[in-house]
């Protein structure tokens, strides 16, 4: 039995916060639950579910806080995945990052899912993930989606 379910939080450096909650309020619905700005930084909570958020934090001069785009170099956060509850949440926010220019909208099938692909405004990778197998098998590398018709 799996004593988690989802993602807690991810600790994301940006160079711009507000930018930051701009994108992921707008695109995904989060909603910021907490933000502080101190002297050495700023960071904020954005909720994604009933026990999971985004922790964004800002620091000026952070050598870190632009992502980079190749696989593998991005830093210590590679990517985050976000999951959707539905076909019909994954179609609205593939149509809303497609509409931002923040996906080219391709959707991958992996099998128990399927995802999208997305940048944010720093330049770094996400992934929006519907599950489409709960079992969760018969997980295979990504290949474009079949649709049907």
């Not at 695109?27 to 907490?34: H, K, S, Y």
């Not at 101190?38 to 954005?46: D, G, K």
């Not at 696989?71 to 076909?87: E, N």
């Amino acid at each position: 039995m799996t004593l988690v379910h989802g993602i807690n939080h991810v600790a994301i450096v940006t160079c711009d916060l507000d930018r930051f909650i701009q994108f992921y309020a707008g695109m995904f619905g989060m909603d910021v639950v907490f933000r502080e700005d101190t002297l050495l930084f700023s960071h904020a909570i954005l909720r994604n579910g009933p026990a999971s958020w985004l922790h964004p934090v800002a620091l000026a001069g952070n050598a870190h806080a632009s992502a980079l785009p190749d696989m593998f170099t991005r830093g210590h956060l590679d990517h985050l995945a976000l999951g959707v509850p539905s076909g019909a949440a994954f179609e609205l926010v593939r149509a809303r990052l497609v509409a931002a220019g923040a996906s080219s909208g391709v959707v991958e099938d992996l099998g128990a899912m399927h995802a999208i692909w997305f940048t944010d405004p720093d330049g770094m990778k996400g992934e929006v993930c519907l599950i489409v197998d709960p079992e969760l098998r018969a997980f295979h590398a990504p290949e474009p989606l079949q649709q049907a018709g």
